[in-house]
């Protein structure tokens, strides 16, 4: 084979490799995107009553079910239940779309600086790293949009008449109060909790998948199920505390900070002050996160068969 020949097969097997690279990309851009929109669907509720409860004064709530009879009997089963969910709804398929493309992103870098074992593949560690990745520019989706989510789900137990009218007109209200950054508040917060959460969710899954997938055949959608539940409860269980004070800091009326916050959540309620809402987050996790993983695994064999 001439000089001339070799160069057009190299670079014909390189655009090979990034036609394979970019529609893997494109698979799991798509397929995140789906299993958010079956995430929102199925945990907004059980989110509503945890936000609630993590930004309400010690007294107002004896529980996450007064939560949940309070907001009906005041705004109604679905519009009560479902408060704020626009936001996720919108961003939900860029913010997991994201997620998942970041995890395929951060697995190819963590390819390029440590050795995979192509036997068994990704070690936990090295899923781990990859997932903490992920979480980057996942942040610059999911901070502006909760802070949005909690806006809206935080008016339905103040006094008075709605502030917002629409997620747009808090996007509106909160630039023409404080700029960029006060629509971007909490965004340092997000990051401290999605970083090691989505480390811990990608490790959890990749785990339980390995360990529930039979020698001789595909994973069953009961086994993908369970792998995505438990990998929900363990990034909560993981990052509880921190995510309080990510929503105390976005659903402040006034100007604050992460100290401050950290410090009037103490005071007030010690070390278990970090953690109101947790029943509801845990009961949310499971069912969601399933329904993510579930919806994720269906458009991979839908996209595979397409494509």
Known sequence: ??????????????????????????????????????AVVTGHPFDLVKVRLQTAEKGVYTGALDVVKRTI???????????????????????????????????????????????????IAQISAAGFFSAIPMTLITAPFERVKIMLQLQGQQKG??????????????????????????????LARDGPGSAAYFATYEYLKRRLSPENGELSLGAVSFAGGAAGVSMW?????????????????????????????????????????????????FPANAATFVGLELTYKAWDKVF
């Open 1 to 38: 084979m001439s000089t001339k020949e070799e160069v057009k097969a190299v670079v014909k097997e390189e655009a090979t490799v990034a036609k394979s690279a970019l529609a893997t990309q494109a698979r799991s851009f798509v397929a995140g995107g789906v299993g958010g929109v079956c």
């Open 73 to 123: 009997a005041r705004e109604g089963l679905v519009r009560g239940m479902y408060a704020g969910v626009s936001a996720p709804l919108i961003g939900v398929t860029p913010m997991f779309a994201v997620s998942f493309w970041g995890y395929g992103v951060g697995k190819d870098l963590v390819r390029q600086v440590s050795a995979v074992d192509e036997r068994t593949g990704f070690s």
């Open 161 to 190: 008449p709605p502030k917002y009218k629409s997620s747009t007109d808090v996007v509106r209200q909160l630039y023409k109060t404080g700029g960029v950054a006060n629509v971007f508040r909490g965004a340092g917060a997000t």
């Open 237 to 285: 269980l993981l990052v509880f505390p921190v995510d309080t004070v990510k929503s105390r800091l976005q659903g402040a009326t006034e100007k604050t900070s992460v100290g401050k916050v950290v410090r009037d959540v103490y005071a007030k309620g010690g070390i278990k002050g970090f953690f109101p809402g947790v029943g509801p987050a845990m009961l949310r996790s």
